[in-house]
Structures are given as structure tokens and as C-alpha cells.
């Protein structure tokens, strides 16, 4: 289609010419379905029906043999064929969408923009439901009035023509469109203690230092929810253990003090305290594991006294568990409320552990994990926050690092819940950040899979903390090989060489165009003002943002992030291209291997020239890839491998319906982890459910170099 319809002209109403688009025609097919569908228990019709009526439009546009086409003539062709095929309410409900359409641009004939926004906002009157069935209430539908505008000023006014058309189109995806006009940034990596310390602000109250576990859990819960409202991603908490260590050590300095002084006034044996000494010595404390005979000075040599101190450091202790068991529980209780970021998309916080060896960062790691076992609720399994367990050698994975044992109750917990994912630091791409003494540069992940480590701005500050992503947009790749396969076009013989070089030209295009799009979008967010974001800015979540004055720009604080370029369908993109997976032959494993780095190169090509911090992503969206999938069928039709399913496969992962042992699955994946620095993940079905099982698989994961799992049943 691509050479055959090169030469025509689509004549605009306002008599513009423009390229011809298939695509659009397609989209506007598919419309009028969804348009019948909507009003459906069951949608009625399908993909095919959208392709069988493209199908006739684009042969009819053929035979004409004109050079230009007027786009009237082109919905004449839509109706006539809906009609002749029997799909009259589709005919009528495209016709009377037409009809509006032209009442609406008698009102807006000097402003067509504004027209579009009626367009969109018309569109929302067909929805009555929710994907789960629950009826949309008036304040969700407000929400959507809002997003829609916002969405649709976002494409008219903030962004080019030809990236407008490739996002209307199916060929990119740029995720949270509808935020692009308030600037907002997508996630972070956030640094508790840099909040914490001296107390912070909230609008217009001042929040004090938390002292001790129950406010150092809740005021997170605060801190994740204040700056979710002026972000739209997934927030994240890099070092989680490390970062609540503290609220432990001060909760057991009360609970000592307060056992001693409470064994104290029911004897007689405060006569023997040096009290104010004791006081002084508690403060001095560093760690809840301490020689109790350094307490023995005070106690002016009652045998009594220095036995009521070790009765109190045991009580102590036991009361610190405790409610560390209940701060924990409290924090996964109180996330879970933490639902949306516009009142109706849920989002999920993540929290990474595992690798704080004091004795107080071991309490967290542990007491999460008994809460994930245990269960929220009625013992139901949290569904927030994520949580991701750390895997390092010297720290957790050998039977003598100090903690191995909370490695293995991971292990055993997962076995049960198939929960908490797993990450790995010493995947080399990850060790290579790796500083001890400095657990902000432990590589951390997120709900979305994303990673932020990289800094080509300065090396210094390569971590995950006080960082984040500045926004991204995905790139159908199976769109890219399906318009660009000598096989499927048959240009070519089974046993001729293939010649991919048209393929890997469109995708430099695309990979051009999306970075164009990251990059325009990237100056409208540092064109903003500090003022604009008092708590993401103004308390620091991100790198020196504390030193931001009200009225600078923030520009000098987010390029610390970065920003991420996506792919999904790498395995119906080479399907096209070849008529095989990834997992079936080696010659397409290595293509997948060539597309991919090709795509990396190019990456970090951007990175190099702007001074910027631009990363790959293999992304995880399901409905994203049944979007993708669902335009493609309407235009292409049903393909054999690629889109003769309901979606199609996410990131650069083997498909689900692919029976494939997980050895032979972690060989396939785990080399694209490398690659794609901006974000990665490889989902393993267990069939055997036992921590034995589990831990052998990890073994695999880490041989192979994979950087992230999450573990299904």
C-alpha cells in the first residue's frame, strides 16, 4: 500500500493536500464500530469486520487511478460500503457522527481546534461503564471531561502535526498525554531521610521529624501522597529498609527508657540510678544491639539494677517488634488507600528492601515480609505497594552474608504469594553503580519496571535516589515490520536474502520522531516554576530542588531525570519480518538482538549529543499492546503469528501461549535486560510452588545477568 498510494493527495475541506494515510481511514473505520459496540453488552463486531470494509475502501480508491482523492469522497466510500455489506447501524451511526460533525464546524469554521475538542469531548456521552461494570459516577466523569480537554489542547496546541499523527494513528503511544499541558513529571526514587530531617512542609503546615516507627511509616504514606499530587506516576522508595532503620532505633530508645523507668518507680531501686546518666546513655545509642554493660556505670554496683537493665533491653525489644509488626502493617493498610492520580487510574507505589544489614533495617525487611504473608484486610494480599527484594552478594545470597536468612524467608514467602519480585544488583549493568556505604546508588525499580541510574550529566550523581522519569512515549514496532516485511508484501522469494534495511530506516525515523516529541515536551516542564510544585521542588524529591527559588525555572533540577523511549511487540515485529520468534531460531534471536541495540545506540546517541539523560524501555502496558494490536487488525487484517490474537506481546518478551521451559525462557530474555537501561522485567509461571524451585530459578536469573522477575502462578 505504501508505493501504490504514495503519489495521492488527500484534499482537506479547507482545500489543503496532504499525504494519503491509510491508517486514518482505518481509524476513522473503526470509530463508527466502536461507536455500535459501545452500546453492547458483547461487542458485536470485530476486527475483521473493520478490515473487510477498509479492505473495499482502499480497492474502490485503486481502481480510481486519480492522483487526488477529496477526504468527502473518501467517507462517501465508508458509508457506501457499510451499507452494501449489511452494517447498517454502523452506516447510520457514521452517518449522523458526520452530520455533527459538519453542524460543528459551521460554529467552528475560523477555530477547527476548537472544533476537535468538541469532537473529543462528544465521545464521552457513549460512556456509560466502567471495564469492571460499575457505573461511571458524575465526579469520574468530570475527571474525564477534564483529561480529554487537556488531552486534546495537548495535540492541538503543544505539539507538532506529524507527531500529532503518528500518536492518532496507533504508530506511538505518548503515555499520560492528558498531563503534558501542566507539565508534570511522571515518577521518582524518593529519599525519606532528606524529608524527614528538620521536619518539612506541607502546603501550609509545618511537619515535624518523625520519632519513632508509627510516624516514620505514616508521614511515607503523607510524603507518597503529596507527591503524587504533583506528579502522575508511579512513586517509588529506593532503600526502604535503610530509610525506616531510624523510626526503629528511636521507637526501642523510648521503649527502654520507659520499661526502665516504670521497673524503677514499682522498687526501690531508683536510689540506685544515676538517671540522668542512663538518660544520656540512651541518647548516645546507635543500634538496638549494644553491650547492656556499659549501662552497669549507673548502677552504682546493685547487682539488682544491672539485672533490671537487661529485663528492659529484652522487653525492649520485644516491644519494638511488635510495633515495627503494626507500622508495617499500617503502612501497607494505608497505601492501599492511596488509589488513583486523577481520581481514577490506580497507581502503585513501590518500596525495595533487603539489603540493610544493621539490625534495625533487618526488623523492616522482616516485618514486611511476615505482613505480606500474613496478609492485609481479612488476610486478603496486598495489592499495593509493590514490593521488590534486593538480591546482593555479600549481603543476602551466600549462606554466610549476614542477610541470607531474610533472603530465604523472601524465598519462602514467595512461594506462598508469589510475591515480592525480585531484582538483582550484581547484574553487571547494575554492580557497575554500585558504592558500599552508599545504598542510594542500589539500582532501584518501580511498579512500571522502570530504572533510573544512569547519569550522563554527572557521574557523581549516577543513582536512583532524589531522581526519577521525566515523562515517555512507546513505539508500535510491529506496525514498523508489518509495513516494511518483504515477506509478508511477497517482494521477495522463501530462499532470496532478506533486506531488513527498510525496516531499520523507518525505525531511525521513529526513534528520531519520538525524541523530537521527549525533547519538546521535556522544555515545556522546565519552563515551569518552582512555585508551580512547592512539595516535588520545593522539599527536595528531587536532586537540589530544595535550592530552587520560587521563581526559577525548574528546567536545572529535572534534567537530573530521564527521559525513556518504549517498545513492546518485539516478538510479532520479527514474526513479520522473518515468520519466526525469537524463541523458535537463533537467526531471529539475533535480529531481535540487532533491533534492539540498534534502538540503544540510537539512545545513547541522544544522550551523548544533548546532554541528556535518555534511556530504552521494554514496556509492560497490556492495554497499550491491545490498542496497538486492535488498529493493526483493522488495517492489516489477521495475520498469521502477529495480530490474529487479542494483543499483542508486551516489551520484548516471549509469548505466554509460547509453552516454553523458564531455562530456555530466562536465555532468550535475559540478554535484552542489558539493552534496555530505562527499564526491564522477566515474568516467570511457576509450576512448582516451592521456595526450593524459586531459588533455584533466581540462581538462573542472576547466571544469566536478568535485572528484574516477578514470580506467577
Given at each position: 500500500m505504501k508505493n501504490m498510494f504514495e503519489n495521492i493527495k488527500v484534499i482537506k475541506r479547507d482545500g489543503k493536500k496532504v499525504d494519503f494515510d491509510g491508517s486514518k481511514i482505518a481509524l476513522a473505520i473503526k470509530k463508527g464500530f466502536d461507536s455500535v459496540n459501545q452500546e453492547e453488552e458483547i461487542p458485536k463486531y470485530s476486527e475483521q469486520d473493520i478490515n473487510k470494509v477498509y479492505n473495499l475502501v482502499i480497492e474502490e480508491i485503486q481502481k480510481m487511478d486519480s492522483q487526488k482523492i477529496k477526504i468527502e469522497d473518501i467517507q462517501d466510500l465508508i458509508e457506501?460500503?457499510?451499507?452494501?455489506?449489511?452494517?447498517?447501524?454502523?452506516?447510520?451511526?457514521?452517518?449522523?457522527?458526520?452530520?455533527?460533525?459538519?453542524?460543528?464546524?459551521?460554529?467552528?469554521?475560523?477555530?477547527?481546534?476548537?472544533?476537535?475538542?468538541?469532537?473529543?469531548?462528544?465521545?464521552l456521552s457513549l460512556k456509560k461503564e466502567k471495564q469492571d461494570g460499575s457505573v461511571i459516577s458524575p465526579m469520574e466523569m468530570m475527571v474525564d471531561y477534564g483529561s480529554t480537554i487537556s488531552k486534546e489542547f495537548a495535540k492541538s496546541y503543544m505539539m507538532k502535526k506529524k507527531v500529532a499523527n503518528a500518536q492518532e494513528t496507533g504508530?506511538?503511544?505518548?503515555?499520560?498525554?492528558?498531563?503534558?499541558?501542566?507539565?508534570?513529571?511522571?515518577?521518582?526514587?524518593?529519599?525519606?531521610?532528606?524529608?524527614?530531617?528538620?521536619?518539612?512542609?506541607?502546603?501550609?503546615?509545618?511537619?515535624?521529624e518523625p520519632k519513632d516507627?508509627?510516624?516514620?511509616?505514616?508521614?511515607?504514606?503523607?510524603?507518597?501522597?503529596?507527591?503524587?499530587?504533583?506528579?502522575?506516576?508511579?512513586?517509588?522508595?529506593?532503600?526502604?529498609?535503610?530509610?525506616?532503620?531510624?523510626?526503629?532505633?528511636?521507637?526501642?530508645?523510648?521503649?527502654?527508657?520507659?520499661?526502665?523507668?516504670?521497673?524503677?518507680?514499682?522498687?526501690?531501686l531508683d536510689k540506685f540510678a544515676a538517671t540522668n546518666g542512663i538518660e544520656r546513655e540512651i541518647e548516645r545509642l546507635e543500634s538496638i544491639e549494644f553491650d547492656i554493660n556499659i549501662f552497669n556505670k549507673y548502677s552504682r554496683e546493685s547487682t539488682q539494677l544491672q539485672r533490671v537493665f537487661k529485663i528492659a533491653y529484652d522487653s525492649a525489644i520485644k516491644k519494638t517488634e511488635k510495633e515495627t509488626m503494626q507500622a508495617m502493617e499500617a503502612f501497607m493498610h494505608n497505601i492501599n488507600v492511596i488509589d488513583t492520580n486523577s481520581g481514577k487510574e490506580k497507581l502503585y507505589p513501590t518500596i525495595n528492601i533487603g539489603t540493610d544489614t544493621s539490625p534495625e533495617g533487618r526488623m523492616i525487611t522482616d516485618k514486611i515480609l511476615d505482613t505480606i504473608d500474613f496478609g492485609i484486610g481479612d488476610k486478603e494480599n496486598p495489592v499495593s505497594p509493590v514490593v521488590i527484594f534486593k538480591v546482593k552478594e555479600?549481603?543476602?545470597?551466600?549462606?554466610?552474608?549476614?542477610?541470607?536468612?531474610?533472603?530465604?524467608?523472601?524465598?519462602?514467602?514467595?512461594?506462598?504469594?508469589?510475591?515480592?519480585?525480585?531484582?538483582?544488583?550484581?547484574?553487571?549493568?547494575?554492580k557497575k553503580y554500585y558504592k558500599k556505604q552508599n545504598p542510594d546508588t542500589e539500582v532501584a525499580y518501580n511498579a512500571s519496571n522502570m530504572r533510573v541510574i544512569d547519569n550522563v550529566i554527572?557521574?557523581?550523581?549516577?543513582?536512583?535516589?532524589?531522581?526519577?522519569?521525566?515523562?515517555?512515549?512507546?513505539?508500535?514496532?510491529?506496525?514498523?515490520?508489518?509495513?516494511?516485511?518483504?515477506?509478508?508484501?511477497?517482494?521477495?522469494?522463501?530462499?532470496?536474502?532478506?533486506?531488513?534495511?527498510?525496516f531499520f530506516n523507518e525505525l531511525e525515523e521513529k526513534l528520531d520522531l519520538v525524541k523530537d516529541q521527549l525533547l519538546d515536551r521535556f522544555e515545556k516542564q522546565g519552563n515551569k516554576k518552582a512555585a508551580d510544585f512547592p512539595f516535588f521542588i520545593g522539599q527536595g524529591i528531587w536532586l537540589d530542588g530544595e535550592k530552587a527559588k520560587e521563581e526559577d525555572r525548574i528546567r536545572k533540577v529535572i534534567k537530573q531525570g530521564t527521559m525513556i523511549i518504549g517498545f513492546l511487540g518485539l516478538e510479532e515485529c520479527l514474526i513479520a519480518l522473518t515468520g519466526k520468534s525469537h524463541s523458535s531460531s537463533k537467526e531471529t534471536q539475533k535480529l531481535g538482538l540487532q533491533i534492539i541495540g540498534f534502538m540503544k545506540n540510537k539512545v545513547d546517541e541522544y544522550s551523548n549529543k544533548y546532554s541528556l539523560n535518555f534511556n530504552l524501555m521494554g514496556v509492560e502496558d497490556t492495554k497499550l499492546a491491545e490498542e496497538f494490536m486492535t488498529l493493526d487488525k483493522s488495517i492489516y487484517g489477521e495475520l498469521k503469528g502477529i495480530t490474529d490474537k487479542k494483543a499483542y506481546t508486551n516489551s520484548f518478551y516471549i509469548s505466554e501461549n509460547d509453552d516454553i521451559q523458564n531455562e530456555n525462557k530466562i536465555?532468550?530474555?535475559?540478554?535484552?535486560?542489558?539493552?534496555?537501561?530505562?527499564?526491564?522485567?522477566?515474568?516467570?509461571?511457576?509450576?512448582?510452588?516451592?521456595?526450593?524451585?524459586?531459588?533455584?530459578?533466581?540462581?538462573?536469573?542472576?547466571?544469566?545477568?536478568?535485572?528484574?522477575?516477578?514470580?506467577?502462578?
Open positions: 457506501k460500503h457499510l451499507k452494501q455489506e449489511g452494517y447498517i447501524d454502523v452506516f447510520y451511526s457514521f452517518a449522523e457522527y458526520r452530520e455533527r460533525r459538519a453542524q460543528s464546524r459551521k460554529l467552528f469554521w475560523d477555530e477547527k481546534k476548537q472544533h476537535k475538542f468538541l469532537k473529543a469531548l462528544e465521545s504508530e506511538i503511544h505518548i503515555h499520560d498525554l492528558n498531563y503534558m499541558p501542566l507539565g508534570t513529571t511522571t515518577s521518582s526514587q524518593i529519599n525519606l531521610p532528606k524529608i524527614y530531617d528538620e521536619g518539612f512542609n506541607s502546603r501550609n503546615l509545618h511537619i515535624r516507627i508509627m510516624s516514620y511509616t505514616a508521614l511515607a504514606v503523607l510524603v507518597i501522597n503529596l507527591n503524587q499530587k504533583e506528579q502522575h506516576g508511579c512513586q517509588a522508595i529506593p532503600v526502604f529498609d535503610y530509610y525506616m532503620s531510624r523510626g526503629v532505633l528511636y521507637t526501642f530508645k523510648k521503649k527502654f527508657k520507659q520499661t526502665i523507668d516504670d521497673i524503677l518507680a514499682y522498687t526501690d555479600g549481603i543476602n545470597y551466600n549462606k554466610e552474608d549476614v542477610n541470607y536468612d531474610l533472603y530465604k524467608k523472601a524465598l519462602e514467602v514467595a512461594s506462598r504469594k508469589m510475591y515480592p519480585n525480585f531484582s538483582f544488583l550484581d547484574s553487571k549493568y547494575n554527572d557521574d557523581d550523581k549516577a543513582m536512583s535516589a532524589r531522581r526519577g522519569v521525566l515523562s515517555y512515549t512507546t513505539i508500535n514496532l510491529p506496525r514498523i515490520a508489518i509495513k516494511n516485511s518483504e515477506m509478508l508484501n511477497k517482494e521477495k522469494g522463501e530462499n532470496q536474502e532478506k533486506n531488513y534495511e527498510p536465555k532468550v530474555e535475559a540478554p535484552y535486560h542489558e539493552l534496555t537501561n530505562g527499564g526491564h522485567k522477566i515474568n516467570i509461571k511457576l509450576k512448582e510452588k516451592t521456595p526450593e524451585n524459586i531459588e533455584q530459578i533466581i540462581k538462573l536469573l542472576k547466571e544469566n545477568d536478568v535485572g528484574y522477575a516477578s514470580f506467577a502462578g
